[in-house]
């Protein structure tokens, strides 16, 4: 694998390439053993755009993954090209814009310092359950590792994946555009589900350990906490930032997508009419039903069985 190229592995993750970016996978690998009818958009995405792709042995999608957890599948599609932070806003609002956008669509979440595959996959997939913005961190790989992209399930398709190279400078590029920054922090005083939202918002998470640093937490408009029970210190992050996105996205007030006209209802056919009767022929009525007391029950004996047989003693 050469620097120009990106591991993509997990089913529904090379699906959602093969169904959002086709043109950028290089070439494809998947299991010989394994079923392959639900892989069959992805091989005809292969072969519209003439990549080659072939059967291998489980251990060799495992040495091609870097991983056992390659779910019989694995691409190598070119890098993602680094987005900027104004361009990645702009295609947000336009979506938003949209009738039948969600309420998160101009929803952010933010890491700092959260570098975890695993946690940066589940926010991906939480992102793209709610129909939410996209996903901003500091670093120089403009994309998800092959571990992330598994995780998020294919939800790292239909998100923002913008990173940059000052995590503060970029929130404040945020404040400057009309999004709200708002940090996570347990030792935070107010309640998330206090913070009003009415417009575009960016969830700022810091690592489990460390939380948000100085820099960060100097740019955010306020801190909140998620209230909870106290027993334990902390969420874990992707939990964090799946409880702050659901709460962007059941925000009373926020638009909606219209719902769909429901179809007029079809007139029934009319009846037809009856018929006349003959002169001197009383018209048919149906029967009274029997409304007489039913009588005894009549008990019919089972037959006496025969009793089993036994062996006398002599």
């Known amino acids: 694998m050469s620097r120009q190229e990106a591991p993509v592995y997990g089913r529904r993750a090379c699906l959602a390439v093969a169904e959002r970016r086709p043109s950028h996978i290089l070439r494809a690998f998947y299991d010989a053993a394994g079923p392959t009818k639900d892989l069959a958009p992805l091989l005809k995405a292969c072969a519209a755009h003439h ?131 708002v940090g996570a922090d347990q030792h935070a005083r107010r309640s998330a589900f206090e913070v009003p939202l009415d417009g575009p918002v960016c969830w700022v998470l810091g690592s489990e350990e460390l939380g948000l640093s100085a820099e960060v937490r100097a740019r955010c408009d306020e801190l909140v906490a998620i209230p909870g029970a106290g027993v334990v210190e902390s969420l874990n992050v992707s939990v964090s930032a799946a409880i702050l996105v659901a709460r962007a996205h059941a925000t009373p007030g926020a638009p909606r997508a219209p719902s769909a006209p429901s179809a007029p209802r079809a007139p029934s056919a009319p009846r037809a009419p009856r018929a006349p009767s003959a002169p001197g022929e009383r018209p048919l009525r149906r029967p009274a039903p029997d409304r007489r007391p039913a009588g005894p029950l009549t008990v019919i004996d089972a037959p006496q069985l025969p009793k089993p047989y036994k062996q006398r003693r002599p």
Not at 67 to 81: D, M, P, Q, Y
Not at 95 to 113: I, K, M, Y
Not at 116 to 137: E, K, P, S, V
């Open 51 to 181: 990549r080659p792709y072939r059967a291998v042995s489980a251990e060799e999608l495992e040495r091609l993954a870097g991983s056992k957890h390659h779910e019989g599948v694995v691409l190598f599609t070119e890098r993602r090209e680094r987005a900027s932070l104004s361009l990645a806003l702009s295609r947000v609002a336009a979506r938003a814009a949209e009738p039948a956008s969600s309420p998160a669509a101009q929803t952010w979440v933010a890491l700092d310092g959260v570098e975890n595959d695993h946690n940066q996959g589940a926010i991906a997939r939480t992102l793209a359950w709610f129909g939410a913005a996209g996903l901003l961190w500091q670093g120089p790989r403009p994309q998800l590792s092959g571990a992330a992209l598994r995780v998020a399930q294919g939800g790292a398709e239909h998100v923002e994946l913008v990173t940059v190279d000052r995590l503060a400078d970029a929130l404040a590029e945020l404040k400057a555009a009309g999004v709200r920054v």
